[in-house]
């Protein structure tokens, strides 16, 4: 069993252009460098998940957004830590925004069958195999 803290992480499946979904480029700096996952956060204490992706999406990427019907919801355990992870439906409120880089390393809209060419996290990556199989 993962050892440790225990955080509850939100991530969007942010669907722009029919089955083309954003992913993000963590920095340099961060844990996991480089690495690419669906934009998301930590969930604070005293906030629902919905709360907690738009207030993410926001800080991170600069986009208003719509959250929708959640799509999977899984748990991860890393060497000093477990992951909640729960993964949303989510939309752009205006389709002429541009993502920010503030925070990112970089972005793309990708399809789902595209993902494999990106090198996600374990959770992320668990999360992407799971959307393919209920995709085919």
């Given amino acids: 069993m993962g050892a440790g803290r225990h955080i509850r992480v939100v991530g969007a499946m942010l669907e722009k252009d029919t089955g083309r979904y954003l992913i993000t480029q963590r920095r340099p700096e961060a844990s996991l460098p480089l690495k690419w996952e669906f934009p998301g956060g930590r969930v604070r204490d005293g906030e629902t998940d919905s709360d907690a992706l738009v207030r993410a ?17 899984m748990q991860h355990e890393y060497e000093d830590y477990t992951v909640d992870f729960a993964v949303f439906h989510c939309r752009l409120k205006d389709l002429k925004q541009d993502v920010s880089h503030a925070k990112v390393n970089d972005h793309r809209w990708v399809q789902l069958g595209e993902m494999g060419n990106y090198e996600f996290p374990d959770a992320d990556a668990r999360t992407v195999d799971f959307l393919l199989e209920a995709d085919g």
Avoid: S, W
């Fill in 57 to 73: 999406i926001k800080d991170r990427l600069g986009l208003d957004i719509f959250v929708d019907a959640k799509a999977t919801t």
